[in-house]
């Protein structure tokens, strides 16, 4: 018989699952605040693996990935154990920012403590009661605020185990990113904990082909790990293609941009991206992209200052390879293209 695993004052015994509310520093108005958590402990033993949302405010795809994983009628009868936090900086999400009250970027405030700025208080909770009882994890972002993230992976591609989890979650791209200081992650890697980075879409924008593809990660991950049985029939596999490094082609002047390259489509060197031009048509300048590679990230905005990142190009051995598996990518997961009702019909 397994153990109980506790979270916050809360046990959950094998076979059982609880809604747990880790309680977080209140407001001023003196409202009590609260990380919400779901724990699925089953009753035979295996991974504990910890799927993390809204790490940043208002990066709200993953909320909705980590529902449409939980309502999944097979995730009741796990081998080991599933810890769903779907609104980690609760704060943020209340006031629709990425950042905390105090300006702070929680995924550079890790591990936190116990006496810390309200940042590192909140990372401390989530260390000691979530990740340090963790063997895996997957942390669910989008792009910031008027900037989107084709579907892709990002993890530091050293340790084994980080990257069967990384090729199993089947997104069309991995990039081999380094770590940043203070990240969620950075502190998983501490710990010798697998975690992956799942980024795709836009803040405050729910975005249907980049929820589905990480329905289907997450899922697949579970797979992988013996959480739950393989299909009886085989699914369709994606080959992750993995970037070697990515750039940022930035604004060469303030103006406004008239962008000409969408996401996932293959460009050269030179290659013409958009123009920047002054609000009087007086002036204008060319974007161009400054290596061979793919984009898989860019802005929505097109009101831009010089210096800004506009288009985000990562680097492959075979782009043109890139570019086949994400075509069968779209079409795999565009609503349009569904053979059959959905169990969750499409966000549009």
């Not at 992209?289 to 990142?309: C, F, M, Q, S, Y």
Request: proline share 6%; with cysteine; charged share 25%.
């Amino acid at each position: 018989m397994r153990e109980p695993i506790v979270i916050g004052s809360t046990t959950i015994k094998p076979g059982k699952q609880a809604y747990v509310e880790l309680e977080m520093p209140g407001l001023y108005t003196r409202t009590q605040m609260s990380m919400p958590v779901h724990v699925i402990h089953g009753k035979s033993p295996g991974p504990v693996l910890f799927l993390s949302a809204a790490l940043h405010g208002d990066e709200i795809n993953g909320v909705e990935i980590i529902r449409r994983v939980l309502n999944n009628k097979a995730i009741a009868n796990i081998k080991g154990t599933l810890i769903a936090v779907p609104v980690v900086n609760i704060y943020g999400f209340i006031y629709q920012s990425r950042y905390l009250p105090d300006r702070r970027d929680l995924n550079r405030s890790f591990p936190g403590s116990q006496q810390g700025s309200m940042a590192a208080r909140i990372a401390h909770v989530f260390v000691n009661e979530i990740l340090s009882k963790c063997t895996h994890g997957i942390d669910l972002h989008t792009g910031a605020i008027h900037r989107e993230n084709l579907p892709q992976v990002r993890a530091l591609l050293q340790n084994a185990e980080t990257v069967r989890i990384a090729e199993a979650f089947q997104a069309p791209v991995i990039l081999n990113m380094d770590i940043v200081q203070g990240s969620l992650r950075e502190e998983a890697e501490k710990r010798n904990i697998a975690v992956i980075v799942y980024e795709a879409g836009e803040a405050l924008r729910f975005d249907e082909v980049s929820i589905r593809a990480g329905v289907k990660g997450v899922v697949s991950v579970l797979r992988e790990l013996g959480m739950l049985p393989k299909p009886r029939r085989k699914p369709r596999e994606f080959k992750s293609l993995i970037g070697k490094s990515s750039t940022w082609v930035r604004a060469p002047k303030s103006g406004i941009l008239r962008s000409m390259k969408t996401l996932g489509v293959k460009v050269v060197k030179n290659e013409l991206l958009g123009i920047v031009f002054d609000p009087f048509g007086e002036s204008e300048e060319d974007v161009v992209a400054t290596t061979d590679g793919i984009i898989i990230g860019r802005t929505n905005i097109p009101l831009v200052n010089e210096g800004e990142a506009l288009f985000h190009i990562a680097r492959f051995k075979d782009a043109e390879a890139v570019s086949g598996v994400l075509e069968e990518f779209q079409y795999e997961m565009d609503p349009a293209t569904d053979e059959k009702p959905p169990a969750e019909p499409p966000i549009v």
